[in-house]
């Protein structure tokens, strides 16, 4: 098979998109599939690979490294016919997946969509001039936009309940196919005793200190500074507790400003940006994960902590379901008092923090990249079949479930 994968967020950009897109493809071809992709450039010069086309495209600034494009159709229409593709899979509901589904018309070919924002709800942050734009007439383009794929993927059952709701696009058919993670590339060792103690040694963090780590982008849709109220009282009332934020974005410095004490004190640290090959360090070094986010679909770094036997705390949210289980492997909190009292507990809790860490391991068995490439083949399949008719999704869903246990 043949596929091209369309997406305004590739590498050297980092974000859990990219991290997607990059697994998806090097699975994909492993498996002896050709895959070809579509995608914007960057502000380093692009790699010479016949199998990636760059539309030229601009820094959308508002404090990301993310670029954006209005690509020219015709060349890309000629990339794509030239490689012969069977199915577009977009990730992104920009210029490029315009031109992905502008392709697939012209070409006769399927096109489908991963469903990675909940764009109604957290547009604000992201597009220019967002806050002069009424939420109706960002539905009504997100309806007119995805009304246009042969089947959407979420990545959760958030993901695909949010589409599902009436005034969205009930009918429009969408599987659910989880986020995961590559172990191997994640994973490239792991710490000694010594290496982990000389690492927490670096930022100040001792033997007998209980680590909280948030890890992603800082950024206001994130719930970052509701999270930083929550940890000046975790380490007002617990002196052993010490949390590190990494990570950079649009609020960072704010965040540095309103947490002036706690970083003189050495008890709340900020890193800023670092690099994603880096990050299972943190991970490794830290004790519990915490996030009071409440805009994810399905979160790439909680399943990294996740990998990390990390114990894991988050505000209740829908798409937390299949990887947070409350009492099982960390606390799902109603309120951000709750998260603060659950972090106490934890921290006063050795065993209880290594239970929940060996469970939060087990979780991860469902989301291995193996699954996650046999899920999407599966609906690739299932597509194909019924092009140019679409899908029955729940039938689509039943049977995958009963084929990849």
Not at 2 to 12: E, G, K, Q, V, W
Request: with cysteine; aromatic share 10%; charged share 30%.
């Amino acid at each position: 098979m043949t596929i091209a994968l369309f997406t305004d967020s590739y590498l050297p950009t980092k974000s859990g998109v990219v991290t997607v897109v990059v697994q998806l493809r090097e699975q994909l071809m492993k498996l002896g599939h050709k895959v070809v992709l579509v995608t914007v450039e960057g502000n380093e010069p692009s790699e010479k690979d016949p199998t990636i086309y760059r539309a030229r495209s601009r820094a959308l600034g508002r404090g990301t490294d993310q670029f954006v494009s209005v690509p020219n159709y015709h060349p890309i229409t000629k990339f794509i016919r030239a490689n012969n593709v069977d199915l577009i899979h977009c990730h992104t509901e920009f210029g490029i997946a315009k031109a992905g589904v502008h392709c697939a018309k012209k070409l006769n070919i399927p096109c489908i969509c991963t469903t990675h924002t909940m764009w109604t709800d957290f547009y604000k942050f992201y597009l220019p001039l967002g806050e002069h734009i009424s939420p109706r007439i960002i539905q009504k383009l997100l309806n007119n936009f995805y009304g246009k794929f042969d089947s959407l993927i979420g990545v959760s059952t958030k993901a695909r309940n949010y589409f599902k709701q009436p005034f969205m696009l009930p009918d429009q058919p969408s599987v659910i196919v989880p986020n995961a993670i590559d172990e191997s590339k994640f994973l490239q060792g792991h710490f000694t005793v010594e290496e982990r103690r000389e690492f927490r040694k670096k930022y100040g963090i001792n033997d007998d200190d209980v680590m909280f780590l948030f890890l992603g982008r800082i950024a206001e849709e994130k719930r970052v500074f509701e999270l930083l109220s929550i940890t000046q009282k975790l380490v007002e009332k617990n002196s052993k507790c010490k949390v590190m934020f990494v990570g950079n974005g649009p609020a960072y410095e704010d965040m540095l400003k309103l947490a002036e004490k706690e970083i003189f004190e050495g008890k709340i640290i900020f890193t800023g940006f670092i690099e994603w090959s880096l990050v299972h360090n943190f991970y490794e070094s830290a004790d519990v994960f915490i996030t009071a986010s409440l805009s994810e679909m399905h979160s790439m770094t909680i399943l990294e902590a996740e990998l990390s036997k990390l114990p894991i705390v988050v505000r209740r949210d829908d798409s937390y379901l299949d990887s947070v289980f409350d009492g099982e492997n960390g606390y799902v909190c109603d309120t951000d008092d709750e998260m603060c009292e659950r972090m106490l507990e934890l921290a006063m809790n050795d065993e209880k923090r290594k239970q929940f860490g060996e469970r939060s391991l087990e979780i991860t068995k469902d989301f291995s990249i193996e699954n996650h490439i046999k899920r999407t083949l599966f609906v690739y399949n299932e597509v194909l079949k019924a092009y140019p008719e679409k899908i029955d999704d729940v039938e689509v869903m039943k049977r995958m479930k009963e084929e990849i246990k």
